[in-house]
């Protein structure tokens, strides 16, 4: 059984947790699906079809041809000709040769989507909604100790519309240590901060909701913060980077679909 409480930090009732919060953890699991769900966001890349093809060099290696290399101590590659003056027979093309092309190229045609079996995924995704329970949060958050997971809400904590009303919610529930910690942020070592992620930011809370009311606006401007549906949760959401034990915010209408759907 599970506490219930309102959005004043109250207890107004208890509610059964489902048998999926029990789920033994897989870090095996868990990584693979995250994985998966990752590279299906990666942006293709490749090189232009024609680099360091844009030259008129041919091969002059034939034998009785014009223009032959036989018997000239040159190796037989491509190479320019009728060029200016210092260009004539410079090798060109070949990926030896200066301003050649490249030997393989990375092609956009190739696909980075990981592919996982489907009863895999749902094994994983059971095995994440079994680590948002108070043993793994405590192992992952030090500042969440004496809070029991899953820690559940009565619905009408998806109406709340100010980030401020949130904030006070989870410092009422003692959760105001970890809103401190998600707003530290760190500077990130190497040529990431060139490219728009100058700085790393932590995670924090997931709230799981039914029905969107509001609260998504609100826990926007969280940082470190993220709200699901709950028919759109994943194993990423629930343990980011592949890390277990994310502290989980769940609504009872959301408690009660994960009893329907995965017993």
């Not at 018997?71 to 040769?97: D, T, V, W």
Request: charged letters at 30%.
């Amino acid at each position: 059984m599970a506490k219930i409480h309102d959005i004043q930090g109250k207890v107004v009732g208890e509610i059964k947790l489902p048998k999926v919060f029990s789920t033994a953890y897989r870090q095996d699991l868990v990584q693979r699906a995250v994985l998966a769900i990752q590279s299906m966001r990666r942006q293709p890349y490749g090189t232009d079809w024609w680099a360091g093809k844009r030259t008129s060099a041919h091969y002059h290696g034939m034998r009785h041809s014009k223009y032959s290399m036989m018997n000239k101590e040159m190796a037989r590659m491509q190479r320019s000709h009728n060029a200016s003056p210092g260009q004539e027979l410079r090798a060109r093309f070949s990926p030896g040769a200066r301003s050649g092309r490249r030997c393989h190229p990375p092609k956009a045609e190739k696909i980075w989507g990981m592919k996982i079996n489907q009863k895999e995924a749902l094994a994983a995704l059971k095995c994440a909604i079994g680590s948002t329970s108070t043993e793994m949060v405590r192992k992952s958050h030090r500042f969440l100790d004496g809070i029991e997971f899953p820690m559940i809400f009565k619905d009408e904590i998806e109406s709340v519309k100010k980030t401020s009303e949130l904030e006070n919610v989870l410092t009422t529930m003692k959760m105001g240590a970890e809103l401190e910690r998600a707003k530290e942020r760190k500077v990130r070592a190497g040529r990431g901060k060139m490219r728009g992620r100058k700085y790393k930011t932590k995670k924090s809370f997931l709230f799981v909701i039914g029905k969107d009311n509001g609260i998504v606006k609100a826990a926007s401007n969280i940082r470190g913060a993220d709200v699901c549906n709950v028919k759109s949760l994943n194993a990423e959401l629930l343990a980011p980077g592949c890390n277990a034990g994310r502290p989980t915010i769940w609504t009872e209408s959301a408690i009660k679909y994960i009893g329907e759907k995965y017993g």
